[in-house]
């Protein structure tokens, strides 16, 4: 058992088969603990006296497709699914071994290039790009983000 002041009253458990153990017990009637396993799944779970036994509260990841990147870019990750990843429309696994496998972090390509490539290689221009609208996705959780700025006034475009 290992103690810490960045603990805050918890008490950390290796069970040294890469499996940790958090548990706050505050409050003698109510045992609070976190377990996260080698494999990346973190449970909550308190101690229920009247069973006499464990009750899980939530874990997580709750399904494969809460694995961020688990389809890779440009893919769509559906559990309810078999297999679970698919490409967007437009686009195709980038690496067809590896998706056939199961592996699908690849991602997915483009099947045709983007408009503004078209005219700087010099090939058919041919439709317009656009944006798909899709429903039921979940973006990742804590998306980075970026900042966007006005231009400035003052500096020099070049050619």
């Not at 153990?21 to 109510?30: E, G, M, T």
């Not at 010099?122 to 983000?145: H, N, R, Y």
Request: with cysteine.
């Amino acid at each position: 058992m290992s103690t810490s002041v960045y603990l805050s009253g918890f008490t950390l458990q290796d069970e040294g088969d890469g499996t940790f153990i958090l548990s706050l017990v505050q409050d003698p009637a109510y045992r609070l603990t976190y377990v996260l396993t080698s494999r990346g799944k973190l449970t909550e779970q308190y101690w229920d006296y009247g069973k006499q036994g464990w009750e899980y509260t939530w874990e997580a990841p709750s399904t494969e497709c809460d694995i961020y990147g688990k389809c890779g870019p440009f893919g769509s990750c559906d559990a309810q699914n078999s297999p679970i990843c698919t490409c967007l429309k437009g686009f195709v696994p980038k690496n067809q071994d590896e998706w056939k496998k199961g592996i699908w972090t690849s991602g997915c390509v483009r099947m045709t290039s983007l408009q503004c490539d078209r005219i700087q290689n010099g090939s058919e221009v041919g439709k317009e790009d656009g944006f798909m609208k899709l429903e039921m996705m979940k973006v990742p959780t804590l998306p980075s983000t970026g900042q966007i700025r006005p231009p400035n006034k003052n500096a020099k475009m070049s050619a």
